[in-house]
T-cell receptor, first 113, second 111 residues
Framework: ETGVTQTPRHLVMGMTNKKSLKCEQHLGHNAMYWYKQSAKKPLELMFV???????ENNSVPSRFSPECPNSSHLFLHLHTLQPEDSALYLCASSPYGVYNEQFFGPGTRLTVL | GEDVEQSLFLSVREGDSSVINCTYT??????LYWYKQEPGAGLQLLTY?????DMKQDQRLTVLLNKKDKHLSLRIADTQTGDSAIYFCAEREGSQGNLIFGKGTKLSVKP
């Protein structure tokens, strides 16, 4: 039990679909992150939220849209994705502020057809 | 930009020691981390070391840091089949920055 859950665990979508990934943390942390993990590439930080405010956006295409309604929940809204967006999307949270030790969820394996 | 390098694969026999190496470029890194990712799972923080330390030991895990050479290693004693996973090295940029991850080292443990 990691304390960080992600749903769905697997998602297959077409390029014209709209879907959302959900992350929930039960650890009382106040910072949350989205990462993209592609084969043969380092983990890429996509978005960072601290106290529900976005503090980092590493030049992610606008077809990815994050939402953080409260410190326990983080969403990643997806629309008109490309096949190269297929990857494992990992959510993480950390205590005491941004960039401290991060605890990861199991990830959502996304396939874009 | 900052970069973290790791070898991609390591294969050892059960009971042997495993040593996973990592080099990084940011001399102002304050913390360095080792994460473990088992198949189908997210990353699990294994251990971390503060940049003013040379070594940290935690049960079967030993972390060695050579700050001069910007080299970090993770030694797993008495490696078990359950240790088979991908191990990621990560550095924190400066004192408040992003985590920069390596591509991961896949450890295979043969019985």
């Amino acid at each position: 039990e990691t304390g960080v859950t992600q749903t769905p665990r697997h998602l297959v979508m077409g390029m014209t679909n709209k879907k959302s990934l959900k992350c929930e943390q039960h650890l009382g942390h106040n910072a949350m992150y989205w990462y993209k993990q592609s084969a043969k590439k380092p983990l890429e930080l996509m978005f960072v939220y601290s106290l529900e405010e976005r503090v980092e956006n590493n030049s992610v295409p606008s077809r990815f849209s994050p939402e953080c309604p409260n410190s326990s929940h983080l969403f990643l809204h997806l629309h008109t994705l490309q096949p190269e967006d297929s990857a494992l999307y990992l959510c993480a949270s950390s205590p005491y502020g941004v960039y401290n030790e991060q605890f990861f969820g199991p990830g959502t394996r996304l396939t874009v057809l | 930009g900052e970069d973290v390098e790791q070898s991609l694969f390591l294969s050892v026999r059960e009971g042997d020691s495993s040593v996973i190496n990592c080099t990084y470029t940011d001399s102002s890194s304050t913390y360095l981390y080792w994460y473990k990712q088992e198949p189908g799972a997210g990353l699990q923080l294994l251990t971390y070391i503060f940049s003013n330390m040379d070594m940290k030991q935690d049960q079967r895990l030993t972390v060695l840091l050579n700050k001069k050479d910007k080299h970090l290693s993770l030694r797993i004693a008495d490696t078990q089949t359950g240790d088979s996973a991908i191990y990621f090295c990560a550095e924190r940029e400066g004192s408040q920055g992003n985590l920069i991850f390596g591509k991961g080292t896949k450890l295979s443990v043969k019985p």
